[in-house]
């Protein structure tokens, strides 16, 4: 057992194999949120899977559980690999391990029976809190050590991007999550809506985005078997993101009396941010512009360039909303909802999955156990996804149209009835997609290592 901790890129593996487990266990959530949607009354004493306890399980698990993990997983194997190094301390990766999944455990174990925080995206109560912050704390020694040890002079941009994930996550979390006030994780009044969007809108911006674009990097050159388009544009977009996207969470607090001038800035600044986004999408294009086959006929880097497909929509469609003459349609009502599906699934999960994919067999020296899972996992999440984002978007429309011409709430209700039918349908296909994804893992770790791909885990280690 000590040898396991200790053993090159294991805490990688960990990570990777954790995030396809927890892909399981959020989609399950969400299956039963998407049900209850359609019949509140199903399993109605059944305390917690009332829909108030299940829809915060269900986003945190998939945020910090599976996105989160399984891309942090994946960064722990390019780091050392691209400095020609071993991760400083592997021990101290399973640390970082320990303490991230604990984080994560404590939603289903804690949610699900109301111990909460009861603020969105920042739920966890303030021991998960300080769990999450000791595993982040963890990272940045374990990686900065490594970094310090290296053998590459070079410093790639996917290693920037993974040290800056942890960097400001450590600055960003204790903020948006009050954590000086333990009893309530909360600030008095209408202040608290600052911070609280302040992180719930830097967790996709500064956590997932940073980890999936640096995942992105790494693999697309790779599969592309092509130096990357440019390391300088590579390096503007991530001086961007930061300069950007930290201000802009106030956005979703827009109707509210919060100063004029941070509603200003939020809104300049969503913008804006079309400028990193079109730099990570066209300098990862231009990568594969002659060699465009090579990659959308690799089953894990089709997965990362649809990924930047829908980061493209994202990012169109975000900017957009934060317009206060267009949030008075889209605000408030499941349009939103489909946004975040589009945001986190889309572009953070595709390029998860894919990723992993591509470094689940140099991590564990054996081949992936069949493409063609892969293949169908990749349309089971097409499929469920766009679907997904078509019938919220809709719903939404629906909604905020409505409302906007004073109708009631309870009037509109029963026209989303099919809409949310129609949710809970498509929630099928992506429960099923991270169902085949996880038997894939497992059958891929039961393989026998093949002598190839231990030679090219020893180069990398």
Not at 29 to 54: C, D, Q, T, W
Not at 70 to 89: D, E, F, Q
Not at 153 to 160: A, F, K, T
Request: proline share 6%; aromatic share 14%.
């Amino acid at each position: 057992m000590t040898n396991l901790f200790r053993k090159p890129q294991s805490a990688s593996l960990a990570f990777m194999v954790a995030g396809a487990v927890w892909f399981v266990v959020g989609a399950v959530y969400g299956m039963f949120s998407a049900i209850h949607l359609v019949a509140p009354e199903f399993l109605p004493h059944v305390a917690p899977l009332v829909f108030g306890r299940e829809r915060p399980v269900h986003v945190n698990t998939m945020l910090y559980g599976f996105v989160g993990t399984m891309l942090t997983g994946i960064g722990l194997h390019y780091v050392p690999a691209l400095l020609k190094t071993r991760l400083w301390s592997e021990p101290l990766g399973w640390v970082t391990f320990l303490f991230w999944n604990l984080t994560v455990l404590s939603g289903p174990l804690g949610f699900a029976f109301g111990f909460t925080q009861g603020r969105e995206y920042n739920e966890y109560v303030w021991l998960a809190d300080v769990s999450l912050v000791v595993a982040v704390l963890c990272m940045i020694v374990n990686v900065t050590l490594t970094i310090m040890h290296r053998r590459e002079p070079q410093l790639y941009v996917s290693i920037w991007y993974f040290v800056a994930t942890f960097l400001w996550t450590a600055c960003n979390y204790p903020l948006g999550n009050v954590m000086w006030h333990p009893a309530t994780g909360a600030m008095p009044g209408l202040i608290d809506s600052i911070f609280l969007w302040f992180w719930g809108h830097n967790l996709p911006g500064l956590l997932i985005t940073p980890l999936a674009t640096g995942a992105a990097y790494y693999v697309i050159p790779r599969v592309a078997k092509t130096p990357l388009n440019s390391h300088t544009l590579s390096l503007l977009g991530f001086w961007l993101l930061i300069a950007l996207y930290s201000h802009i969470g106030g956005h979703h607090v827009l109707q509210s009396p919060i100063p004029s001038w941070l509603k200003t800035i939020s809104v300049v600044d969503s913008i804006s941010m079309v400028l990193p986004v079109s730099i990570v999408v066209i300098n990862l294009w231009l990568t594969a512009r002659f060699v465009g086959g090579r990659v959308w006929s690799d089953p894990s880097a089709r997965l990362v360039m649809a990924g930047v497909v829908w980061y493209i929509v994202t990012c169109i469609q975000g900017p957009l909303q934060s317009l206060p003459f267009l949030q008075r349609v889209t605000h408030f009502n499941n349009w939103t909802v489909g946004h975040a599906h589009i945001a986190m699934l889309g572009f953070g999960g595709y390029i998860a999955l894919g990723a992993m994919w591509h470094t689940l067999p140099l991590v564990s020296g054996r081949p992936v156990y069949s493409q063609r899972l892969i293949n169908l996992q990749f349309g089971l999440i097409t499929f469920g996804l766009t679907g997904f984002f078509i019938v919220l978007t809709m719903a939404g429309l629906v909604q905020g149209t409505a409302w906007y011409n004073g109708e009631t709430v309870v009037r509109v209700l029963p026209q989303l009835i099919p809409f949310m039918a129609m949710r809970a349908a498509l929630g099928v296909f992506i429960l099923s997609a991270s169902i085949v994804g996880l038997f894939n893992v497992y059958m891929t770790l039961r393989g026998a290592k093949e002598p190839e791909a231990l030679r090219r885990l020893e180069e990398a280690t």
